[in-house]
Every structure is written in C-alpha cells, then in structure tokens.
C-alpha cells in the first residue's frame, strides 16, 4: 500500500558530492537533515552505475525507515529493489503510465515540470504529485531558466496533486513558494552545504511551517526568467 505525500512536506535531494566525505558523508548528511525535520529524501545521483545507486539507496533508506518517505529518480527497477515508498520521474524519464505498468500500486509516482501544460499533462496521466521548478536560480542548474513564483501559482489554479517548488529554495525564500500555493519545497544545497545539516533542516522547517499556515496570496509572484 503505497504512503501519502505528507503536506507540508519538506523534501531533500541528494548529492554526495557537497559532503566531504562522498557517500559516508552523505549518509550522516541525510540522518542529521530527517531528525530536523525532512521527511522526503529523493536518491539522485546520476552519475551512479545501477548497482551503486541500489547500494547507497539502500543504506538511505535504512536511514530513513519509519522516519521520512525515501524516493529514487528515474529508476523504478532500483526503487522497488531497495523497498523505497516512490520513484521521481523527470521530464526526460519514462512516461508515468509506464512505471505504474512496472510498480503497480507500490510506489508514488512523481513528476518533474517546468510548465503549465507540463504540470497538466502529468496529472492527466496520473502522477501522484509534481516537483515544479526551476523556482529560483539554482546552483544545481546554474544555467536553467527559472520560472519564479507565477507558475507555482498557476499551478495551484490549475491542478489538484500536490506539488512541491523546487530550484535555489532557502529559508529566506521558503514563504514566497508557499504562498504562491506550493505543498512544500525540495532543496539541495540549503541543507547538504550547511555546516549544520540537521540544524538547517530545522531552520528551514520552521519557515516553511509558519508560511504554510499563513494565508496563500500573502507573497506577490515573483517572475522567473525565460
């Protein structure tokens, strides 16, 4: 039986390569990040062979057993090997009706958008919830368009799923994408390049609970770049 996406829900992206000592580093990382308060940790790291990225998956996801939802991108063979509770699809990954084909009903499906019409295509085909972005520049995609906070809340106008904001997200930034109608934030560095990781997920929880209790046209849109 497959879990729910909590809401507000604060989702962590992995990648080993912020912590000092590579995956081991990563793995206290990730500990440290869930007892703050994360309760999404997505698995991605691309550059892993198979057989490496179901390793450290699966020593994730003995860090988060029965503490945060574990979620691996692109790879549903490596998400139902390590007993993860989701797989996150890119936009370039496999149509969504192809991994239900594989998973069944045991993982949440999740889609990565950057458009309206991509955030509708993918709810249309049944994607459990979105990661919409990029939101703000990112050091992960220093070079991507940002889409700022008008397509969150055009999102939230236009689709029932829940979806989360994604893309150069802080705790000084956090209030604009709930209020543009965000279900909660995925962050990268905010977290892993912290000295502190548990203490910056903490930080971050703290904002991202007090706007998501907070009216949700409290913050204008602001406009990304294209």
């Known amino acids: 039986m497959k879990s729910r996406i909590p809401a507000p829900s604060l989702c962590l992206v992995t990648d080993r390569r912020l912590c000092s000592s590579g995956s081991q580093g990563l793995e206290k990382a990730v500990a440290g990040a869930v007892r703050g308060g994360v309760d999404l940790v997505q698995v991605r790291e691309k550059d892993l062979s198979g057989v490496?990225?179901?390793?450290?998956?699966?020593?994730?996801?003995?860090?988060?057993?029965?503490?945060?939802?574990?979620?691996?991108?692109?790879?549903?063979?490596?998400?139902?090997?390590?007993?993860?509770?989701?797989?996150?699809?890119?936009?370039?990954?496999?149509?969504?009706?192809?991994?239900?084909?594989v998973a069944g009903d045991a993982l949440i499906v999740g889609r990565s958008v950057h458009t309206l019409e991509g955030a509708l295509e993918a709810e249309q085909a049944g994607a459990d919830f979105l990661f919409v972005g990029t939101v703000f520049p990112s050091g992960s995609h220093p070079d991507g368009e940002t889409v700022g906070t008008q397509l969150l809340s055009e999102v939230s106008k236009r689709v029932r799923i829940p979806f989360l904001g994604v893309g150069g997200i802080d705790s000084s930034r956090v209030s604009q994408v709930m209020a543009a109608g965000a279900s909660g934030a995925a962050v990268i560095s905010a977290i892993l390049s912290a000295p502190d990781p548990r203490e910056a997920a903490s930080y971050l929880r703290g904002a991202m609970d007090e706007a998501w209790r907070k009216p949700a046209t409290a913050v204008a849109p602001v406009t990304g770049t294209r």
């Open 52 to 101: 490496r990225l179901l390793e450290l998956a699966g020593r994730l996801r003995r860090v988060t057993e029965g503490s945060a939802l574990l979620f691996v991108n692109g790879r549903v063979d490596v998400a139902l090997a390590c007993g993860a509770d989701g797989v996150q699809l890119g936009e370039d990954a496999i149509p969504v009706e192809a991994a239900r084909r």
